[in-house]
């Protein structure tokens, strides 16, 4: 019915040991935020930085309006003292 089962006894804890600490990779996490970092700045839309430009090509932003559509009025005063 298969090899007989051979059960040693357990050993002995030895209340001074302490295990050695573990050795974490620092560069790993050093190269997984560099590289969200960049693929967050990837994402940005850079034509309209820094007070606009982009040159060339660019078309620009609507807003969300579509092309020659409004955006609406806001109703907030200029002037939190009063007036408009």
Do not use: C
């Not at 302490?18 to 050795?23: C, L, S």
């Not at 990837?42 to 559509?69: I, L």
């Amino acid at each position: 019915m298969g090899p007989d089962r051979i059960f040693v006894e357990p050993m002995k804890a030895t209340p001074a040991y302490v295990p050695p600490a573990m050795q974490v990779s620092t560069m790993a996490p050093l190269i997984s935020g560099i590289g969200s970092a960049a693929s967050t700045l990837a994402t940005v839309d850079w034509s309209n930085t820094f007070g606009g430009g982009g040159g060339g090509g660019s078309t620009g932003n609507t807003g969300g309006y579509g092309s020659g559509a409004e955006a609406p009025k806001s109703t907030i005063p200029r002037n939190i003292y009063g007036g408009n």
